[in-house]
Each structure stands twice: as C-alpha cells, then as structure tokens.
C-alpha cells in the first residue's frame, strides 16, 4: 500500500482509465458527497468484498480523512490485494486540494 495525496490520485485517474476508487464511508457520507465513478463499499463489508479485488486493476481506498481507507487498506493488503493506494487526508483534502464541490462535513 502507498499513500498518494489527493493531486496525485486526482492524476491517476485522469491517466488511468482502469483505476477504480473505492469509498469506504457510510452510506450518509457517500450520499453527502464523493468522487465521481468511485464505488461505494462501507468499510463494516470490505471482508465480504474481497473476491470483487482483481490484481488487473489498481485501487485508490478512500474515506472522510485518509484514517480508515488506510485501515482498509492494510487489511486488503495482507489479504493479499495488490496494486493499493490510501487517499492521504481523504475527502477532506481533496475538496481543498482538488475539487471545492465536494461537500465537507464533520
């Protein structure tokens, strides 16, 4: 797993058109805000969403502040998920860093 801030995943993804972002906040937050094309996966079903990881594809895990997706993360990995990336400082850091849209809450 790599830390990646939001200006370099935001270039990942313009680059990669495979490259999947995976939500792992509650389904109120995701509703709130997100980014768009990222699949919504709650953290609490991660361990029943292993077989939906393909080592095909690279995945960027993403939640509020970068603390969670990182968990996840590290969880997938030692699952043995490859081709990882932690959105470091979030949501949060991407409404300042990329997209002023994105709605931020507490």
């Not at 077989?51 to 590290?74: M, N, P, W």
Request: with cysteine.
């Amino acid at each position: 797993m790599q830390e990646k801030t939001p200006l370099e995943v935001n270039e990942m993804i313009k680059k990669n058109p495979i490259l999947k972002v995976i939500d792992v906040r509650e389904q109120w937050e995701y509703d709130k805000c997100h980014i768009d094309n990222s699949t919504h996966i709650p953290m609490g079903k991660i361990p029943d969403s292993i077989d939906q990881f393909d080592d095909k594809y690279e995945y960027v895990i993403v939640c509020h502040h970068g603390i969670r997706s990182r968990t996840v993360a590290l969880y997938l990995e030692q699952k043995g998920v490859k081709n990882l990336y932690n959105l470091t400082g979030g949501l949060e850091q991407w409404s300042d860093d990329v997209d002023p849209a994105i709605e931020k809450y507490k």
